[in-house]
């Protein structure tokens, strides 16, 4: 019975010692799993890639994008970082050609290993970076292009964009501005690219959806081209009395201005969301006035006349940079406070999952720019209006008449 009861003792002590042994495995396989590197993040650092168009056509969003993000994030490394960690931007300049996109994203991905990509600008640019981001669990932060595919492309989870898609844009102003003119005639002049066939495709429908207009002419064009007039008189002849533009923004002003030295006077211009910047509606000699544009938010320089957080920002920027801010300096300001939040709300334990999770829970407004930042696991756009606008005087100005923004 003794020797029962011993071996009993025994095999519970062993039984008890395997257990403990079990434990130990569970604890140290648990604290390597938290303690693996997460990629571009490091006890001093987060890296942030991104790939930009400095010295092509688009360089007008790009250069002021990526000037007031990186001065946000000196502001808030100074200020001893998110949770002790610098924010290092780290930027390639593709000049708007898809082939040095590519080169881009492989040597931020697989080279400075970034946390994530932010404000990348093009549509077809990112769309060839989504494959290399994906593979690589990078996620796409409020790049600089509102094609719809940068929401449906690739794992949704890991896709936030700034505001609705250049087709849901363009399509609302050239509805209403249809309806509000009584047009019966509408063309299109847009570049051969994602973004341009989705401006095509808006203009298209809207004809489609109003019984009384018909698209009578669709005009494609190079990035760089220069010489409209030819075009122009063709559209002028066609009996075009509204001419949607997906063109970058030097082409645009010239389109509008060969337009009026032409004395062509009874025709509307609409731009989408690429083509809503401060310099388009400032450019010399007032030829863009009566330009119409469609927005996610109001412009800035209209703004600073009745909001005084606005004209603070705004009289800054222009002592730093000696210009007023445009659209892609409001742009790198909402992608630089979105992407500063979200990894502050993520916490000091950074993880990929962390960071989608916190951009998911974002809610909160920027008195400066007027956008209200509402995301959820079912909304990823940072802002969800369409807004549209006309040249007077310089400025883009809401139109008074049309509801001033819609939520998607």
């Known amino acids: 019975m003794k020797k029962l009861c011993l071996a009993a003792l025994a095999a519970v002590s062993l039984l008890g ?62 200020a001893g970082g998110i949770h002790g960690r610098k924010i ?15 080169q881009a994203v492989n040597k931020l991905v697989t080279r400075d290993e970034v946390f994530a990509m932010l404000m990348s600008l093009g549509t077809p640019h990112n769309l060839a970076a989504f494959p290399v981001m994906d593979s690589n669990n990078v996620p796409s932060i409020l790049p600089l292009a509102l094609s719809r595919p940068m929401e449906t492309e690739g794992d949704f989870s890991r896709r936030f964009v700034f505001g609705p898609s250049y087709y849901e844009g363009v399509l609302k102003g050239a509805s209403w501005m249809a309806d509000e003119y009584d047009m019966e005639k509408a063309c299109v002049m847009y570049i051969p690219s994602d973004f341009g066939e989705e401006v095509n495709q808006a203009m298209k429908d809207a004809a489609e959806e109003n ?5 009578v002419e669709s005009s494609s064009h190079r990035p760089d081209e220069s010489d409209f007039s030819g075009t122009l008189a063709r559209l002028r002849d066609a009996g075009c009395e509204l001419v949607g533009v997906a063109l970058p923004i030097r082409p645009i002003i010239t ?27 400032a450019a010399p000699g007032g030829v863009t006035e009566g330009l119409y544009g469609v927005s996610p938010w109001q412009d800035i320089v209209s703004r600073m006349k009745d909001v005084p957080e606005a004209k ?30 979200a990894l502050r709300t993520a916490g000091p334990d950074l993880t990929t999952e962390s960071f989608l999770a916190a951009m998911e829970s974002l809610d909160f407004s920027d008195p400066v720019t007027g956008v209200d930042i509402k995301m959820s696991a079912d909304n990823h756009r940072a ?9 007077i005087d310089g400025i883009w100005e809401p139109v008074p008449t049309l509801e001033d923004s819609v939520s998607e």
């Open 17 to 78: 010692c395997s257990d403990t042994k079990e434990e130990e495995k569970t604890a140290e396989k648990t604290t390597e799993k938290a303690a693996e590197p997460v990629r571009g993040v490091t006890d001093t650092e987060i890296r942030l890639g991104g790939m930009h168009d400095l010295s092509g056509v688009f360089a007008a969003f790009s250069s002021p994008a990526v000037q007031v993000a990186n001065d946000m994030f000196d502001e808030v490394n100074e």
């Open 383 to 391: 802002g969800n209006d369409i807004i549209l606008s006309k040249v």
């Open 211 to 215: 019984d009384a207009l018909e698209l």
């Open 312 to 341: 603070e920002w705004a009289d800054q920027y222009k002592e730093e940079y000696g210009s007023v801010p445009s659209g892609g300096a409001v742009l790198g300001r909402v992608g630089a406070e979105v992407t500063i939040e």
């Open 88 to 102: 290092r931007y780290i930027v390639e300049d593709h000049a708007y050609q898809v082939p040095k996109a590519t």
């Open 255 to 281: 389109v509008v201005a060969t337009a009026k030295q032409m004395g062509w006077d009874d025709v509307k211009f609409l731009v989408s969301q690429a083509g809503f910047h401060s310099a388009v509606a």
